[in-house]
C-alpha cells in the first residue's frame, strides 16, 4: 500500500481513532480494558504511539505555560531534546527490562504488549495536566493544594493503570506484579549503569585514539 492511500484510507483512520478512543475506556475500567487491549485486539500501536507524543507534548507544554508559582522553569534554557529523552529513554528502558524479567518468569505479554499497556496507562496523565496548565494561572499561591492534588491524582492514576496493565497482559497476581515493578525498576538501574559505563568506554577510546593520531600527525609534519 503506497504512502498517499495509506493516508486517505478511511477505515484505517477509522480503526485508529476507536483505538483511541478505547484508551477513555482502559482509564476507567482498567481489568477489562488492559485484557481486551491485548488480547482482543482493542488497542493499536499507532494510537500508543500518539498517546506517547501526547505525554511529550504536555511536558513541553507544561514546562513553558505553567505558572512559576509551580514552575520554576526559565523556558529559553530549556533543552527540547533533553526534555523529551527524559521521557523516552526512561519508558524505553522501561519496557524492555520488563519484558525481559517477565519473559523468564512465565510472563505471557510481549514487548508489543507491554509497551501498548503502559502507553495507554498515560493517558490520565495528558488528559489531567493539559486543563492543569490553564488551572496553574488561575489559581492563588492559597489555593496551590487544589492544583497538587490533581498533579498527584494524575501521577497516581497513571501509576496504578500500569500496575493493572502488567497485571492483565502477564497474567500474575498482584503481588507477582509488584514484585516485578520493583524488579523492574532495578533492572533500569543496571541498564542504566551500563549503558553510562558504556559510553564511558568509548569517549575514552575514540580519546585515545585521537590523541594518537594528533601525536602521529605532529612527529610526521
Same mark, same amino acid.
Given at each position: 500500500?503506497? !504512502? ?39 488497542g ?52 524492555v ?38 488551572l ?55 541498564? !542504566?549503569f551500563?549503558?553510562?559505563?558504556f ?23
Amino acid at each position: 500500500m503506497s !504512502i498517499v492511500s495509506s493516508l486517505t484510507d478511511k477505515k484505517r483512520w477509522g480503526r485508529l481513532g476507536a483505538s483511541l478512543k478505547y484508551a477513555l475506556h482502559v482509564m476507567t475500567h482498567p481489568f477489562d480494558g488492559f485484557w481486551d487491549l491485548t488480547h482482543e485486539k482493542r488497542g493499536s500501536m499507532g494510537a500508543a504511539n500518539i498517546i506517547v507524543f501526547s505525554v511529550l507534548v504536555v511536558r513541553l507544554l507544561s514546562l513553558e505555560h505553567t505558572s512559576f508559582l509551580f514552575n520554576e522553569v526559565y523556558w529559553p534554557s530549556v533543552n527540547i531534546v533533553q526534555q523529551c529523552l527524559s521521557v523516552l529513554l526512561p519508558l524505553v528502558i522501561f519496557v524492555v527490562g520488563n519484558w525481559g524479567l517477565t519473559t523468564l518468569f512465565e510472563g505471557k505479554g510481549t514487548l508489543k504488549d507491554v509497551y501498548m499497556a503502559t502507553a495507554y496507562a498515560l493517558t490520565p496523565y495528558v488528559l489531567l495536566q493539559l486543563p492543569m496548565i490553564v488551572l496553574s494561572n488561575a489559581v492563588t499561591v492559597d489555593e496551590a493544594a487544589f492544583y497538587n492534588i490533581l498533579n498527584t491524582l494524575s501521577l497516581l492514576w497513571s501509576g496504578g493503570l500500569i500496575v493493572c496493565g502488567m497485571m492483565m497482559i502477564h497474567d500474575y497476581g498482584l503481588a507477582k506484579t509488584l514484585l516485578f515493578i520493583v524488579m523492574t525498576l532495578l533492572a533500569m538501574l543496571i541498564i !542504566i549503569f551500563l549503558l553510562l559505563l558504556f559510553f564511558t568506554l568509548v569517549g575514552d577510546g575514540v580519546g585515545y585514539f585521537t590523541s594518537i593520531y594528533k601525536e602521529i600527525t605532529f612527529r610526521l609534519y
